[in-house]
């Protein structure tokens, strides 16, 4: 189903950024985000998905949290539209 291959799609892209090689979590934010939508994230962008990274490792574990932190990047309007 179209469910299953979007968590998988969001699994891959978490493992992604969360192995490549970077000083920090900014750095590695900073390339899925860019291979999501072929630009850096401003600020403002970055800091929340920060948060949100934070928050999600409280909940569970780390791959969980870089996959959630995928899962918003893949459901961003301008990833899906392109323009």
Do not use: M, Y
């Not at 791959?63 to 309007?77: H, I, S, Y």
Request: aromatic content about 6%; proline content about 2%; some cysteine.
């Amino acid at each position: 189903s179209s469910d299953l291959a979007f968590h998988e799609f969001a699994q891959a892209l978490g493992k992604r950024a969360q192995q490549f090689d970077a000083r920090d979590d900014a750095g590695r934010i900073d390339h899925a985000f860019c291979l999501c939508l072929s630009r850096p994230p401003e600020r403002d962008e970055r800091r929340r998905l920060l948060a949100l990274l934070r928050q999600q490792r409280e909940a569970g574990s780390e791959a969980a949290a870089w996959t959630a932190l995928a899962r918003v990047l893949l459901n961003l309007d301008e990833t899906i539209t392109k323009e």
